[in-house]
């Protein structure tokens, strides 16, 4: 309840807006794909899609956590976020777009979700020791690349976490609000990581009016 509540707090004007443009890249994607039916046309729709998702959650993290290569970051977790299917050739063991999008029924690589649970965890393992607030950024980055790319999968076949199988398939409702979820979910673990690191001594937690738009105090 008081996750809610907090979560609640974060939502501005230009949260609003991020918001928005997270639920139409989905929907319209979604739309686009049932459209056409040329591999190619298809190929880079899905790819245009997971990549603006992408985007725009990490914008929404940078939104309230200081960060100096904010726009860097940003388009990196959206490149990320759209590459991960690149992993479909890598399975396919072929160029060629027709083999990659039409794969058997097992998934390639990429596609597990615990890599991304695991590289989370080594991230903040990593920063604990060394006291990295980079690497911290860069394992929630890619958590949230890949993690914003397996939600919008799941829409067809669930998520993976190898060896444990995978979710059943989630509804549209279900994974645009997780997608919306994930990105405060993001700020409000790294609010609580950077400040136990004491990271805010080195203004690392903003204390811009960007991020006094988000209400959570962990501290």
Not at 144 to 150: G, N, R, W, Y
């Amino acid at each position: 309840m008081f996750y809610v509540i907090s979560l609640a707090k974060c939502i501005g004007v230009f949260d609003l807006t991020l918001i928005i443009g997270t639920i139409l890249t989905a929907i319209i994607g979604d739309y686009l794909l049932k459209k056409f039916v040329r591999d190619l046309i298809r190929g880079i729709i899905d790819s245009t899609t997971h990549g603006i998702i992408g985007l725009l959650s990490w914008f929404i993290v940078t939104l309230h956590i200081r960060n100096r290569y904010s726009k860097y970051e940003i388009f990196c977790c959206g490149i990320f976020a759209s590459l991960i299917d690149i992993d479909h050739f890598i399975k396919a063991k072929s160029f060629r777009l027709k083999h990659a999008m039409h794969l058997a029924e097992v998934r390639p690589f990429l596609h597990c979700s615990s890599i991304p649970v695991l590289l989370l965890i080594f991230s903040t393992l990593i920063n604990y020791i060394f006291k990295s607030n980079k690497i911290l950024r860069y394992g929630w980055l890619l958590w949230t690349a890949f993690m914003s790319h397996h939600i919008r999968d799941a829409n067809r076949r669930g998520l993976w976490f190898y060896p444990f199988g995978s979710t059943p398939p989630l509804s549209s409702f279900s994974y645009i609000c997780l997608i919306l979820f994930l990105p405060y979910t993001n700020v409000y673990c790294l609010r609580f990581l950077l400040s136990s690191f004491g990271y805010e001594a080195k203004n690392y937690i903003s204390p811009s009016p960007a991020s006094d738009v988000c209400g959570i105090d962990i501290v």
